[in-house]
C-alpha cells in the first residue's frame, strides 16, 4: 500500500492569510496587463479573416519566411493585423478584414506557400458566439450556486463559486501577459477549468461536512484541517494525473492544441490550489461570521 | 460533392460541413444562390436612358455604348440618334463600383417603375458588363416552370456543343400571351438577379417551353438545373461564417492531437498499476470501458454530435473525473484499512463513503453541462454534451463496474486479498 500525506498534520488553517495575498496580487498584475496590454482576440470573437500557410521546410529559417511573406503582403495592399509562426513550417496570420483567398493563394504560389487554412468569420456571429458564451457561463455558475445550497449550503456555494471565479481570473490574467490569443479553443480550455475547480472544491466540501458531522464538538479550524489533511493524498494524485494528461497535450499536441492546453496547465494548478486556499477560507470566514446567528436548530448538515 | 452534414443553429442559422471538397466558391454559389428566376421585359426607351446616364457622370459619357438589337454602337449623348430598341447599356468593369454607388444613392426617382439590373460582362465588347434597365413587374417567376435541365447541343449544330437549360412552363398560355403583347421588344431571363440573357421576342411563342443559353460552362449548367429543381428558397442566404480546413491540417492537428491524448492516457494507466496495483488495473479497465461507452453513445444517430475540439475537451475533462473517482474511492479503502478494518469491510465502507463525494461533485458538473447545454451555442454546446455522457458513464463505471467485479472476486473465493 502507497500511502501519500497519510497522518499529514500541515496547519493549512494558519497559511489562509498568505493564500489571500497571493491570488490577489496575481489577479491585480493580470488585469493592469490587460488594462495597458489588452487581450488578444482571436477572430471567433472579433470577426476577420486568419490564414494558415505552410512552407516547404527545408527552404529557409521560418522568421526569413514570415519576412518574406510580410513583404509580398505589404507589396499587395493586403492589411493583416498579426502574423506568427504555427507549428513546425507553418505561419499564421490573422485580419480584422475579409481577405480573398483565391488572390492570395495567386500570390504566394510562387514562393512555394500553401494555405491549409482558410477561416472567415462574419462580425454578427463572433458578436453573438461572445455573448452566448457568457450568458451560458453565468446561467450555468447560477444554477451551480443553488445546487450547492441545496446539497450543501451557502458558505460552501460562495466559497465554491468564488473558487471557480479566482481559476478563471488567473488562467486568463496568465494567458494575457503570456500573449496567448482568445478563440474558441480557449472557452473550451476554460469550461474543462470550471469543470476541474469545481470537482476539486466539491470532494473536500464533501469531507469537511462529513467531519463537522462527526465531530460536532470539535473547532471548526481543527475540522477543516483534518479534512484538507485527509483528503490531501486525492488532491495531489488527482491533479497529478491530469497534469500528466495535459502537459503531454501541451507537449505532443502540436500549434493548434497549444492553447489550450497551455491553459489547462495553469488551470489545472490553480484549481487545486484554489480549493484549498480560496474556496475552504470563504467558506470557513462566512460560516464563522453567520452560523452562530442562524437559528440553532438549523441542521443542514446532514 | 459529398453529402453535406446540416444542422440547424439558433434561430435563423444553418452550418453546413462538406467533406473533401476544393472549390468553395462553387459550394458558396451553391448554398448563396436561392434559384430566383425571373422573366421581366425590358424597358427599352431611349429617353429614360437619357435620364440615368446623365444622373450617373457626365464624365463617363464617352464610354457608354448601347446593346440593341443584337448590335452594339457608341454614341455621344449630345448625339444620340433614335436607335429603334435599346436592349441594355454597356459599363466599363472599372467604373461598375462607380455606377453601384451613384444609382443606389440617387435613382430613386429617375426609377419609378423601372429597376436597373446587372448581367453578365459582354462577349463582343472586352472589359464592359452589361446594365439593363427592366420593368418593375415580373411577368413570370420561378414556382411558374417545371422540367429544368441542362442539355447540350449536339456537336454538328450552328451552337456546337454549347450548354444551355431548357424549361416549360406550368401554364403555356400566359407565356404565349405575353410573349404576343410585347412583341418586338426584349425579355430579360433573370437567375438570383443577374441577368443572364435578355432575347428579342421576335413573334408569340408557342408550346409552352424556352431554353437558357447563357454561355455555360457544364458544371455551371448543371449547378444552375440544381437550383432550379431545388425550387426558390423563401429566404435570401447571408454566409456568416466560413471555414476551409485542409485536409492535410487537419490531419496534421489529428495526428498531433491523437498522439498526445493516447500518451497521455498510457501515462495514466501506468501511474495507476503503479500506485495501486490490482485496484490500478481495475481502475484501467473502469476507464477503458468508460471511454467505449462514451464513443459509442456519441456514435449514436439520435445524438448525433460531431466530434470537435470542445467536443474532445469534453472528453478530456470527463476521463480527468473517472481518474478523480477511482483515487477517490481507493484512498477511502485505503483510510479504511488504516483504521483495522477487515479488507470486505474496508471496501464496502470505503465505496459506501466515496459514492456521497462522488455523487455530489459528479452532479454539480453535471447541472453545469445541462445549463451549459441549454443556454450555450455550437462550440458549448458540443462540450455540454460529450460531458453529460461521460459524467453518466464515468459514475456508472467507477462505482458500479468496479464494485462488481471486485465483489465477485471476492464472492467466487477466487481470491482473499487484493494489493492496494
Known amino acids: 500500500m502507497i500511502k501519500i500525506f497519510h497522518n499529514s498534520k500541515i496547519n493549512?488553517?494558519?497559511?489562509?492569510?498568505?493564500?489571500?495575498?497571493?491570488?490577489?496580487?496575481?489577479?491585480?498584475?493580470?488585469?493592469?496587463?490587460?488594462?495597458?496590454?489588452?487581450?488578444?482576440?482571436?477572430?471567433?470573437?472579433?470577426?476577420?479573416?486568419?490564414?494558415?500557410?505552410?512552407?516547404e521546410q527545408s527552404k529557409l529559417e521560418t522568421n526569413n519566411q514570415k519576412s518574406e511573406l510580410i513583404n509580398l503582403f505589404k507589396l499587395n495592399d493586403i492589411s493583416f493585423s498579426k502574423i506568427k509562426t504555427y507549428g513546425k513550417n507553418k505561419i499564421q496570420i490573422l485580419s480584422e478584414e475579409n481577405l480573398d483567398k483565391d488572390f492570395i493563394s495567386n500570390q504566394i504560389s510562387n514562393l512555394n506557400f500553401n494555405i491549409v487554412s482558410y477561416n472567415k468569420i462574419g462580425s454578427t456571429i463572433s458578436k453573438e458566439l461572445k455573448n452566448d458564451a457568457v450568458k451560458a457561463l453565468l446561467i450555468a455558475i447560477i444554477l451551480i450556486g443553488l445546487y450547492i445550497?441545496?446539497?450543501?449550503?451557502?458558505?460552501?456555494?460562495?466559497?465554491?463559486?468564488?473558487?471557480?471565479?479566482?481559476?478563471?481570473?488567473?488562467?486568463?490574467?496568465?494567458?494575457?501577459?503570456?500573449?496567448v490569443q482568445f478563440d474558441t479553443n480557449i472557452i473550451a480550455a476554460l469550461l474543462i477549468i470550471i469543470g476541474y475547480s469545481l470537482n476539486d472544491t466539491i470532494?473536500?466540501?464533501?469531507?469537511?461536512?462529513?467531519?463537522?458531522?462527526?465531530?460536532?464538538?470539535?473547532?471548526?479550524?481543527?475540522?477543516?484541517?483534518?479534512?484538507?489533511?485527509?483528503?490531501?493524498?486525492?488532491?495531489?494524485?488527482?491533479?497529478?494525473?491530469?497534469?500528466f494528461v495535459v502537459v503531454s497535450l501541451f507537449v505532443f499536441g502540436g500549434g493548434s492544441l497549444s492553447g489550450l492546453s497551455y491553459a489547462l496547465i495553469i488551470g489545472v494548478l490553480s484549481g487545486t490550489y484554489s480549493s484549498l486556499f480560496v474556496a475552504t477560507p470563504i467558506m470557513m470566514f462566512l460560516r464563522n461570521k453567520y452560523y452562530i446567528d442562524e437559528n440553532e436548530k438549523e441542521e443542514k448538515w446532514q | 460533392?459529398?453529402?453535406?452534414?446540416?444542422?440547424?443553429?439558433?434561430?435563423?442559422?444553418?452550418?453546413?460541413?462538406?467533406?473533401?471538397?476544393?472549390?468553395?466558391?462553387?459550394?458558396?454559389?451553391?448554398?448563396?444562390?436561392?434559384?430566383?428566376?425571373?422573366?421581366?421585359?425590358?424597358?427599352?426607351?431611349?429617353?429614360?436612358?437619357?435620364?440615368?446616364?446623365?444622373?450617373?457622370?457626365?464624365?463617363?459619357?464617352?464610354?457608354?455604348?448601347?446593346?440593341?438589337?443584337?448590335?452594339?454602337?457608341?454614341?455621344?449623348?449630345?448625339?444620340?440618334?433614335?436607335?429603334?430598341?435599346?436592349?441594355?447599356?454597356?459599363?466599363?468593369?472599372?467604373?461598375?463600383?462607380?455606377?453601384?454607388?451613384?444609382?443606389?444613392?440617387?435613382?430613386?426617382?429617375?426609377?419609378?417603375?423601372?429597376?436597373?439590373?446587372?448581367?453578365?460582362?459582354?462577349?463582343?465588347?472586352?472589359?464592359?458588363?452589361?446594365?439593363?434597365?427592366?420593368?418593375?413587374?415580373?411577368?413570370?417567376?420561378?414556382?411558374?416552370?417545371?422540367?429544368?435541365?441542362?442539355?447540350?447541343?449536339?456537336?454538328?449544330?450552328?451552337?456546337?456543343?454549347?450548354?444551355?437549360i431548357s424549361?416549360?412552363?406550368?401554364?403555356?398560355?400566359?407565356?404565349?400571351?405575353?410573349?404576343?403583347?410585347?412583341?418586338?421588344?426584349?425579355?430579360?431571363?433573370?437567375?438570383?438577379?443577374?441577368?443572364?440573357?435578355?432575347?428579342?421576342?421576335?413573334?408569340?411563342?408557342?408550346?409552352?417551353?424556352?431554353?437558357?443559353?447563357?454561355?455555360?460552362?457544364?458544371?455551371?449548367?448543371?449547378?444552375?438545373?440544381?437550383?432550379?429543381?431545388?425550387?426558390?428558397?423563401?429566404?435570401?442566404?447571408?454566409?456568416?461564417?466560413?471555414?476551409?480546413?485542409?485536409?492535410?491540417?487537419?490531419?496534421?492537428?489529428?495526428?498531433?492531437?491523437?498522439?498526445?491524448?493516447?500518451?497521455a492516457f498510457i501515462s495514466v494507466l501506468i501511474f495507476m498499476i503503479f500506485f495501486y496495483k490490482s485496484f490500478g488495473i481495475l481502475a484501467n479497465i473502469a476507464m477503458?470501458?468508460?471511454?467505449?461507452?462514451?464513443?459509442?453513445?456519441?456514435?449514436?444517430?439520435?445524438?448525433?454530435?460531431?466530434?470537435?475540439?470542445?467536443?474532445?475537451?469534453?472528453?478530456?475533462?470527463?476521463?480527468?473525473?473517472?481518474?478523480?473517482?477511482?483515487?477517490?474511492?481507493?484512498?477511502?479503502?485505503?483510510e479504511e484499512l488504516l483504521k483495522n478494518k477487515s479488507f470486505l469491510d474496508a471496501i464496502e465502507f470505503g465505496y459506501q463513503k466515496a459514492f456521497r463525494t462522488i455523487f455530489d461533485s459528479n452532479l454539480t458538473t453535471l447541472v453545469s453541462a445541462l445549463s451549459l447545454y441549454l443556454f450555450g451555442s455550437g462550440a458549448i454546446k458540443g462540450f455540454a454534451v460529450t460531458l453529460s455522457v461521460g459524467i453518466i458513464c464515468s459514475m456508472f463505471t467507477a462505482i458500479f463496474i468496479t464494485k462488481t467485479i471486485l465483489l465477485s472476486l471476492f464472492n467466487t473465493g477466487f481470491i482473499k486479498k487484493i494489493s492496494i
Open chain 1, 12 to 55: 493549512f488553517v494558519s497559511k489562509f492569510n498568505k493564500a489571500y495575498f497571493i491570488s490577489l496580487s496575481l489577479i491585480i498584475i493580470g488585469f493592469s496587463f490587460y488594462l495597458f496590454k489588452g487581450a488578444e482576440f482571436g477572430i471567433d470573437f472579433n470577426g476577420g479573416t486568419e490564414l494558415i500557410i505552410e512552407f
Open chain 2, 288 to 334: 477503458v470501458l468508460n471511454l467505449l461507452y462514451i464513443i459509442a453513445f456519441l456514435s449514436n444517430p439520435w445524438i448525433n454530435a460531431t466530434l470537435s475540439l470542445p467536443g474532445i475537451a469534453g472528453m478530456i475533462l470527463t476521463v480527468g473525473m473517472a481518474i478523480d473517482a477511482n483515487v477517490i474511492i481507493f484512498e477511502r479503502i485505503k
Open chain 1, 149 to 179: 445550497i441545496v446539497r450543501f449550503d451557502w458558505y460552501s456555494a460562495v466559497g465554491s463559486i468564488a473558487a471557480l471565479v479566482h481559476d478563471l481570473m488567473i488562467v486568463i490574467s496568465i494567458l494575457i501577459v503570456s500573449s
Open chain 2, 167 to 263: 424549361l416549360g412552363f406550368n401554364n403555356p398560355y400566359k407565356f404565349e400571351e405575353i410573349t404576343e403583347d410585347n412583341k418586338g421588344k426584349f425579355l430579360a431571363i433573370i437567375l438570383d438577379n443577374e441577368v443572364k440573357m435578355a432575347p428579342r421576342i421576335n413573334q408569340k411563342i408557342t408550346g409552352g417551353y424556352a431554353t437558357i443559353t447563357g454561355n455555360f460552362t457544364g458544371k455551371e449548367a448543371k449547378d444552375i438545373e440544381t437550383i432550379l429543381v431545388a425550387g426558390e428558397l423563401p429566404a435570401k442566404i447571408n454566409i456568416a461564417s466560413q471555414l476551409q480546413v485542409d485536409a492535410s491540417l487537419g490531419a496534421d492537428s489529428i495526428n498531433a492531437g491523437f498522439k498526445s491524448i493516447i500518451i
Open chain 1, 203 to 243: 470532494v473536500i466540501f464533501d469531507r469537511i461536512r462529513e467531519n463537522i458531522n462527526e465531530f460536532s464538538n470539535v473547532d471548526l479550524d481543527q475540522t477543516i484541517n483534518l479534512s484538507l489533511n485527509q483528503t490531501l493524498g486525492r488532491t495531489m494524485i488527482t491533479s497529478l494525473t491530469t497534469l
Open chain 2, 1 to 164: 460533392m459529398t453529402e453535406p452534414l446540416i444542422q440547424t443553429k439558433g434561430m435563423n442559422q444553418i452550418i453546413v460541413e462538406i467533406a473533401g471538397i476544393q472549390d468553395t466558391s462553387r459550394a458558396e454559389s451553391l448554398i448563396k444562390n436561392t434559384g430566383k428566376l425571373e422573366f421581366i421585359v425590358v424597358k427599352d426607351n431611349i429617353n429614360r436612358w437619357k435620364e440615368i446616364i446623365l444622373l450617373i457622370d457626365n464624365d463617363l459619357q464617352n464610354y457608354f455604348y448601347f446593346n440593341y438589337n443584337g448590335l452594339i454602337d457608341f454614341y455621344e449623348l449630345s448625339n444620340l440618334p433614335s436607335p429603334p430598341r435599346i436592349q441594355s447599356l454597356l459599363v466599363k468593369n472599372t467604373d461598375k463600383v462607380k455606377v453601384n454607388s451613384i444609382l443606389n444613392n440617387n435613382s430613386k426617382e429617375v426609377l419609378v417603375n423601372s429597376q436597373l439590373l446587372w448581367g453578365k460582362e459582354n462577349e463582343g465588347l472586352n472589359g464592359f458588363t452589361s446594365l439593363y434597365l427592366l420593368n418593375r413587374t415580373i411577368e413570370i417567376s420561378g414556382n411558374e416552370i417545371k422540367d429544368p435541365k441542362a442539355q447540350q447541343y449536339p456537336f454538328d449544330d450552328i451552337n456546337s456543343g454549347q450548354w444551355y
